[in-house]
């Protein structure tokens, strides 16, 4: 083989590792977020709007903005997914890594259709959401599934059999559970947060954030996003409203009270 054959050989071969490595930069992100959010037909429409909106406006906000920057890398990877009885990527993995493409994120998000699904299946979407944190092109320090809901997993596997399984491939998952005075006619529980914290939650430095009233979501979603996305411990959320609730793997809970309602529905009250 000449020199010059060679030289053009060595060329290529550094070449391409040169594009290897800048697609790897590129592709690296300090935080994996799923955003699953529960659209059961226990959220009347009103309630999912105004969900819907918090989270719009929570990527427009500069404390989500200033955390995402703060980052050892500065950008973050994010994916919208509704849920009921089966899960829909809403929004596709979205890198985040300035004012601009948050906001892009944001209006993406708006522009989405409203949708209503049956049954409550939190095993299947933290299913999902391990399915979409594993087929992506990201790669990430941390790997966070962060899910709302207003009921317990009534359908598919057991919830503690999907966070297990997420909790062992190193995800963290959040919960905001939502605790709003109404009637509702399907069955749920009046402890959803404790349902939350020992039943759904896990991971390293796994949370729940309640929401109680309406014109809680907007900081509550706010500040769960800062929390996640500086990372366990770092950030400083108000302490009244938004008590952040650590995972406790050691109390006792029966985790299948969603199953035996749907089996022999009660009245919660």
Not at 53 to 75: H, N
């Amino acid at each position: 083989m000449g020199s010059g054959m060679a030289g053009i050989i060595a060329l290529s071969f550094a070449l391409t590792l040169l594009a290897k490595s800048a697609v790897a930069e590129e592709t690296t992100v300090d935080l994996e977020l799923v955003l699953a959010v529960d659209v059961s037909f226990s959220m009347d429409e009103g309630e999912q709007l105004i969900q819907r909106t918090g989270y719009v406006d929570a990527f427009q906000s500069p404390l989500v903005m200033s955390a995402i920057m703060a980052g050892s890398l500065g950008r973050i990877a994010v994916t919208y997914v509704e849920w009921g009885g089966t899960a829909v990527q809403t929004v596709p993995w979205t890198l985040i890594d300035s004012p601009a493409s948050a906001v892009r994120f944001a209006g993406t998000l708006s522009r989405q259709p409203m949708r209503r699904l049956s049954f409550t299946s939190i095993s299947d979407t933290l299913a999902f959401a391990r399915r979409l944190t594993a087929s992506n092109e990201f790669h990430a320090k941390r790997t966070v599934i962060d899910i709302s809901g207003d009921g317990p997993n009534n359908y598919g596997a057991p919830a503690p059999v999907a966070r297990d399984a997420a909790v062992r491939e190193g995800i963290t998952i959040d919960g905001l559970p939502i605790m709003l005075e109404r009637a509702s006619s399907a069955p749920t529980i009046l402890d959803i947060d404790a349902y939350y914290r020992h039943c759904v939650i896990g991971g390293n430095g796994a949370f729940l954030m309640r929401v109680r009233t309406l014109g809680e979501f907007g900081d509550a979603i706010r500040n769960k996003l800062v929390t996640e996305i500086t990372g366990p411990g770092l950030s400083e959320l108000p302490r009244d409203r938004f008590r952040r609730v650590r995972y406790n793997e050691e109390a006792r809970y029966n985790c299948l009270v969603g199953e035996e309602l749907q089996e022999h529905p009660r009245r919660s009250d």
